[in-house]
């Protein structure tokens, strides 16, 4: 198997309490996949993001491997090989123009013109170039981190929660947004909250609960009324669904 | 802009009169003898009726009220009065004196701010580090200083026995102070700009420090780092640009205490700046000379605070785009 | 944790009350054994008349922390009086925030200068001046506080029925306000006696008798050419140590009533 990225036996834990957080978990992404991480708000979803860049905070210890094309990954694959979607739109530097924060993390050579393809490309006027994060609206902010991820050389993409509490316009907005990430040939690793993000962009849904993976499987299995799942957890969320309550009515 | 620059100028105005009242009030309920303090130790030789007329001259026979006006009026025809205890006029007195504790306190402030922020970036790079815990424990050990007696020790050490710098006086001895040039003046401001500036340090060090870790924290910096910048590139690329702001801000609301630890340098070093002077007016009792000084390190401070509230309008684009400063 | 604190705060107290004990007398002059530099026999040397140092120093330092209790205390109570007269109505709040920005307008140094200038120094101008000059801060804490809780539902209650001012300050203010004036007071304290030196030093403030630090290093200023650096090297040394445990205490006591900051950093999921 050609795994882009693997995550093997990935525990996280607080340094002085011991506490687990994350416990064994094992996931793989693999080429063009969009694999997608379901988990309630607390169940750790997000330190797994974290951890695959080890950016987690001082206080947390991680243990297991981490490889990017069967080898293990370094902080130099950051932004390199592997770029984060993150969840809020407060991730734009609020003092410097959205062309600089865009323009160094292209693979060189790092032109203007390059800049304004990419804005094109998401639907942003060249003029949103000279802005500063606060003279953007919450959606043109959005596609400017989609944007950054998707110029970048990097071939694979964490999105972290990238639809928090949004609205549905805008929600449809970012899945088209990613989409268009899916279709630039890169392996998304989808980590969020929201079911019905997670079934209409993934490949195959992972679910997260307490820290620990309870199911695994493809997309097609998510049927009926999930009787081709595994965990009651699972079925209990396919069910849940708005196009999906009748089923349970019957 | 305009008129956030007039608002400024009202309120200044404002501020000068109430501090000159407050001030001049203060000053007429005190127990201190103009009089006696212009005729010194000659105040035995003079009659009761000499003494009157003096104060009549003086109008010292008015109400404080009536007073406070006609010293109001003098101000702004830009007589400040005579000083009793250097018999010139205040504002030669103190233009002089001025440029002596300007260039002090420039220097001060320079050289602080630079080690400040140089300091207080470094620790919080490191926070939790042994570097950081130094810079940390030195900044605090400062904060306890008495200023003035650091002061002494660097005169001790640097003056007394070293002898690399002279022990007091702007200017050599045997040259008239129109003969001083702009180096002798900074070479004798050294020391007690040292001092202010070792002081100095603490505040803005500790200032820097947290604001940095503040940043530090927020999603653009974990952003970046997931970007794959660290360390220095990481600092100078998104920590400077947004901590350099509010810590030279914070610099400039610090000219009140840097005035006033002018005040003890001056006085350990003999430096004649305005700090020296408003010591000498006080215990001699030169009210003239006392209050133009007492009315300057208001405007000081004025100055400072609305450098420091201009400065954000200026340069952050968040006010000066008029949006809001998050 | 505890201990960090305890074991300055007690040889603190120690030597306060031992400095009780020193008499004033024991600061004989002596002048054959004068400019001493250190020795077993006298720690902190002897000055130009045979005075021992140390005792001297020890002296100065009880006069350091008594003016510094007197005056924290007082700039504490100044400050709560204040911002009780400010919660009263808008009017009152205005005279008394115009009064602070007045305050804080001038230099503190100048300030306590005009003051100790105007009531002629000593003792009595000392405190006042002291007191006159901290109270802005803690007035300003206290006000935003006083300003929070009058919002809040409970209080707004006992108001409508008609409870007076006093009865609703004792209830509900103050309960509030206790932790904010004691480290509003351990604040002040350090800072009040690094300005009691500094204007004796300066001349305005205690006189040439009293056995102040501010006067002994003014004093020592003549002598330092003549190399006897003890004479400023240790009595400043003791008031630096004395205020770095004093301001290790303040901050302790502050990180304990104010919020715990462990419980800030939460792990986000």
């Keep these: 198997m050609n795994s882009k990225l693997m995550i093997k036996q990935l525990s996280v834990f607080h340094q002085q309490t011991n506490r687990i957080l994350i416990d064994s978990v094992n996931l793989s992404v693999d080429e063009g996949e969009v694999v997608a991480l379901v988990g309630a708000s ?7 993001a974290q951890a695959v860049l080890q950016l987690l905070p001082d206080n947390l210890r ?10 293990p990954i370094t902080k130099k694959d950051r932004g390199q090989n592997i770029v984060l979607i993150p969840q809020s739109i407060d991730a734009l530097d609020p003092l410097m123009k959205v062309k600089k924060q865009i323009q160094s993390l292209l693979p060189a050579p790092h032109s203007e013109q390059k800049v304004f393809d990419l804005l094109g490309r998401l639907g942003l006027e060249e003029e949103v170039a000279s802005r500063y994060p606060f003279q953007l609206s919450g959606g043109q902010a959005r596609r400017i981190l989609v944007a950054i991820a998707l110029g970048s050389a990097a071939k694979v993409v964490i999105a972290d929660e990238p639809t928090p509490g949004l609205d549905v316009d805008s929600k449809t907005d970012m899945l088209s947004l990613l989409k268009e990430v899916k279709a630039s040939g890169k392996s998304i690793l989808l980590i969020t909250h929201d079911f019905d993000v997670a079934v209409d962009l993934a490949d195959r849904i992972a679910v997260i609960k ?3 993976i309870i199911e695994n499987t493809l997309k097609e299995n998510f049927v009926g009324k999930g009787e081709r799942l595994f965990h009651p957890y699972t079925k209990a969320l396919w069910q849940a669904l708005p196009k999906n309550l009748f089923i349970r009515s019957l | 802009m305009i008129l956030f620059m007039m608002k400024k100028l009202i309120q200044l105005l404002t501020l000068l009169v109430a501090v000159s009242l407050l001030t001049f009030l203060l000053i007429s309920l005190s127990p201190i003898d103009p009089v006696r303090a212009y005729i010194g130790a000659d105040m035995l030789l003079i009659s009761p009726d000499q003494r009157e007329m003096i104060e009549a001259y003086w109008g010292l026979d008015q109400s404080v009220i009536i007073q406070y006006f006609h010293w109001i009026t003098s101000l702004l025809t830009g007589d400040f009065g005579t000083s009793l205890i250097h018999r010139v006029p205040v504002l030669e007195v103190v233009s002089d004196r001025f440029l002596s504790s300007f260039i002090l306190i420039a220097l001060a402030w320079i050289a602080s701010g630079l080690f400040g922020v140089v ?8 926070k939790g580090s042994w570097l950081d815990n130094l810079i940390k424990g030195y900044c605090y050990v400062l904060l306890s200083t008495p200023g003035f007696w650091l002061g002494l020790l660097l005169l001790m050490v640097f003056s007394v026995w070293l002898g690399i710098f002279p022990t007091g006086l702007s200017a050599p001895i045997g040259v008239t102070v129109t003969e001083i040039t702009f180096t002798d003046r900074v070479y004798h401001a050294v020391l007690p700009a040292a001092t202010l500036s070792i002081i100095g340090v603490a505040n803005v060090c500790l200032h820097t420090r947290e604001k940095l870790v503040d940043i530090l924290n927020t999603p653009y910096i974990l952003q970046a780092r997931a970007n794959g910048y660290t360390g220095y590139k990481l600092f100078f690329r998104h920590g400077l640009r947004n901590m350099l702001l509010p810590a030279i801000s914070v610099h400039f609301a610090s000219f009140g205490e840097l005035f006033g ?8 070093f003999s430096y004649p700046g305005l700090g020296e002077a408003i010591v000498d007016a006080g215990l001699n009792g030169d009210v003239p000379l006392f209050l133009a000084i007492v009315l300057i390190s208001a405007c000081f401070v004025f100055v400072g605070n609305w450098i420091a509230d201009t400065l954000y309008y200026v340069l952050d684009p968040r006010l000066r785009k008029g949006g809001t400063r998050s | 944790m505890k201990r960090k604190w305890i074991i300055p705060l007690v040889i603190f107290i120690f030597i306060y009350i031992t400095s009780f004990l020193l008499d004033r007398n024991m600061i004989e002059i002596n002048l054959q054994i004068k400019n001493q530099a250190p020795s077993l026999l006298h720690l902190f040397g002897t000055d130009w008349l045979g005075r021992d140092m140390l005792i001297r120093t020890l002296k100065g330092l009880q006069l350091s922390i008594t003016i510094g209790i007197l005056t924290a205390m007082l700039s504490t109570f100044l400050g709560l009086l204040l911002s009780l007269v400010s919660s009263v109505n808008k009017t009152l709040d205005k005279i008394v925030t115009s009064f602070i920005d007045l305050f804080l307008s001038l230099p503190h140094l100048v300030t306590l200068i005009l003051i100790t200038f105007v009531l002629g120094g000593g003792l009595k101008g000392v405190v006042i001046g002291l007191m006159l000059t901290h109270w802005p801060a803690i007035t300003r804490v206290l006000r935003a506080e006083i300003l929070q809780l009058k919002e809040m539902p409970y209080v707004q209650l006992s108001k409508q029925l008609g409870k007076p001012l006093w009865w609703r300050a004792r209830h509900h203010l103050f309960p509030h306000l206790a932790p904010q004036l004691l480290v509003g007071f351990i604040l002040i304290f350090p800072h009040a006696i690094l300005h009691e030196a500094a204007i004796t030093f300066l001349g305005f403030g205690l006189s040439a008798e009293e056995p102040a630090i501010g ?11 003549a190399g006897m650096w003890w004479l400023a090297f240790f009595p400043g040394l003791s008031l630096l140590m004395m205020i770095i445990i004093f301001q290790r205490f303040a901050n302790t006591l502050k990180d304990y ?5 462990s419980y800030e950093q939460q792990v986000n999921d």
């Design chain 1, 42 to 48: 607390g169940s750790g979803k997000s330190l797994i």
């Design chain 1, 62 to 71: 991680q243990t297991g491997i981490l490889n990017y094309q069967s080898r």
């Design chain 1, 210 to 212: 307490d820290g620990k």
């Design chain 2, 119 to 126: 300091l207080g970036s470094l620790a919080a790079m490191k």
């Design chain 2, 261 to 268: 630890g002018a005040i003890l340098a001056e006085q350990v």
């Design chain 3, 215 to 225: 006067i002994i290093l003014s004093e020592s200023m003549q002598y330092l050419s």
């Design chain 3, 257 to 261: 009533f104010g919020r715990d900051r």
